[in-house]
């Protein structure tokens, strides 16, 4: 759910622009999830992402003949030490586009707390940028803080194509209120096993829970990686059930299941949730995942499958940290990786669940709508950084993409053809100070293999996606809506939901519980959540998909 997932997008993320953050979630939390801990680089020189067709840029007017504004803009970054908002990359978008731009980042650490203040105090900067949308961002909006810009889009190529889907999630009471900025839905955090431990013990790659099962504890009793040593685990937990064993959106903390009066019920509550925990509490009992997963943190888990020490966990192909699969490939040099196929669920349907296909996004100060002028200079310039640059244009023969990311040697390197970022250099690169990222056609269009370096990341990575190629992605309509409801209770009930199934999973609980585990869900707000959930749905025509 919302708590949880948006530990697993941040983790769809890494810090490539440096200046965005992580990733969001399956229900609506502000980043990219089933994923879990990076952040988005589409724009950036070869940290990952990528995309497909010519990039078109807006004819502009010699910048002579432009009347000159500031632009004030405030957003969080990741990016450590932080971009200097006079560097060299802000000149050059000042003489660019005519303008003075007065950028503020703030570490996203920081970021929550202080954007409430700025916006408190009145005085906004022309653009916010926000990770996601939250109960703040509705708030904000009703308020009449940010500008609508339902009347402003059809203008600009690039923003215009940003599918209905992802429209929805930054409308409030029919008008949108921000631009997001572009994430692949496909590819956030998916079950990753040792095919070469699969080899090792004669086994097939699991096709259900029943094998999945089997095979966890193969991986835990019977030295899959043949070092005569009692040294391995099954699967990788961590503390909150990140991850879990999500193999499809039925079985996933998303809204896909429904109640026996046909509502789409949260995914933590249905008997697909249960199944999993009931499969965690199965493999406890045999020693096939770690004793003290209940307060152990994600990254230490992670830390020990790329240690050799886990055969399952979770990771995405794209925006990735392409040392942690070189250590592993270095320290267990017959290593081979694949991504567990979404099982067959009992509908018949077979796939993972989706992000929600943006993370982060930029609002413009609603005081900005007595002066169009400078609206059309501050979209202008969106456009121009999100108009898509196919990956094979990312170099220094490309003068657009070459100007955007500082300059060959300044801001990036060409290293076996690929603009490679170089460390510490994001004042100098203009693509750093809007926060704008490359809007993809198709998630396909990213390639995200080609800008990779490591032969067994590189691997991983185009395995994956081809085989994502032919699986579904159930979207999420929750995403799509807004109920205070949910924003205002849903953080507590996933709370005490996640201490029960942890229970049942050490056995401190019985799983029998399950169903008044649910009541009491219910009986706490829960209910009340999923009548205003399904009103919502219900009233704007939305409802989860398959694509």
């Known amino acids: 759910m919302k708590t949880k997932k948006l530990v697993t997008l941040l983790a769809a993320v890494s810090i490539m622009t440096g200046l965005t953050g992580c990733g969001g979630s399956n229900d609506n939390t502000n980043k990219p999830a089933n994923t879990a801990e990076q952040t988005d680089s589409s724009n950036t020189p070869a940290t990952t992402a990528t995309e497909n067709e010519p990039a078109s840029t807006n004819q502009q007017p010699a910048a002579e003949e432009k009347k000159n504004f500031e632009i004030s803009t405030i957003q969080g970054t990741w990016a ?7 560097g060299n990359g802000a000149k050059m978008i000042n003489e660019k586009f005519s303008i003075d731009l007065k950028s503020q980042f703030v570490p996203y650490d920081e970021y929550a707390n202080k954007l409430p203040v700025v916006m408190a105090a009145g005085d906004l900067p022309d653009i916010i940028g926000m990770e996601g949308v939250d109960a703040n961002f509705v708030k904000w909006s009703k308020q009449g803080a940010f500008l609508p810009l339902n009347d402003y889009i059809d203008k600009y190529d690039a923003i215009k194509n940003i599918p209905k889907n992802v429209w929805d999630a930054v409308t409030v009471d029919g008008k949108i209120y921000a631009i997001p900025n572009y994430f692949p839905s496909k590819y956030g955090k998916k079950p990753i096993i040792r095919q070469d431990w699969l080899n090792n013990l004669g086994l097939s790659m699991p096709t259900t829970y029943d094998e ?3 095979v966890a504890i193969a991986f835990a009793k019977d030295d899959p990686d043949k070092n005569g040593k009692n040294d391995t685990l099954g699967l990788g937990l961590a503390k909150s059930i990140v991850y879990g064993a999500w193999m499809g959106a039925a079985w996933d903390s998303g809204w896909y299941n429904k109640n026996e009066n046909g509502q789409l019920i949260p995914g933590n ?7 999993q925990v009931t499969l965690l509490n199965d493999l406890y009992k045999e020693g096939a995942i770690s004793k003290d997963w209940a ?3 994600s990254a230490d888990v992670r830390k020990d499958f790329f240690a050799g020490k886990v055969g399952i966990f979770y990771e995405q192909p794209y925006d ?6 070189k250590t592993l490939k270095e320290t267990n040099p017959t290593a081979e990786l694949a991504i567990i196929p979404p099982f067959v669920q009992e509908d018949g349907q077979q796939g993972f669940m989706g992000l929600p296909g943006y993370y982060e996004l930029h609002s413009l100060n609603a005081k900005l709508a007595d002066d169009p002028e400078k609206i059309d200079r501050i979209l202008e310039m969106i456009n121009y950084f999100m108009t898509f640059i196919p990956v094979d244009q990312r170099n220094d023969q490309n003068p657009e993409y070459d100007w955007q990311y500082g300059g060959v040697g300044k801001g990036y390197n060409m290293e076996n053809g690929v603009a490679l970022g170089i460390d510490g250099a994001f004042s100098e690169m203009p693509s750093t100070y809007l926060g704008i990222r490359y809007w993809a056609p198709t998630d396909e269009d990213t390639q995200p293999a080609m800008v990779l ?5 590189k691997g991983f990575v185009q395995s994956a996606v081809d085989m994502l190629k032919t699986k579904k992605t159930y979207l999420d309509p929750v995403n799509r809506i807004h109920s205070d409801l949910l924003y205002a209770k849903v953080s507590e009930l996933d709370q005490v939901v996640a201490e029960h199934t942890t229970k ?3 056995g401190q609980e019985s799983i029998n519980d399950w169903d008044k585990m649910v009541q009491e869900y219910l009986n706490s707000g829960g209910k009340e959540i999923i009548d205003d959930v399904n009103r919502l749905l219900d009233e704007n025509g939305i ?3 398959w694509k």
Not at 80 to 86: A, C, E, K, R
Not at 453 to 457: E, M
């Open 212 to 214: 999945l099962k089997k």
């Open 453 to 457: 370096q490591d032969p067994f990341t």
């Open 320 to 325: 990735i940290s392409e040392t942690r699969f």
């Open 80 to 86: 450590s030490p932080l971009p200097d908002p006079n």
């Open 504 to 506: 049942m999973i050490v």
């Open 295 to 297: 307060v152990t943190k």
């Open 269 to 275: 509550i249905s008997e697909g949730f249960k199944k």
């Open 543 to 545: 409802a989860g998909e």
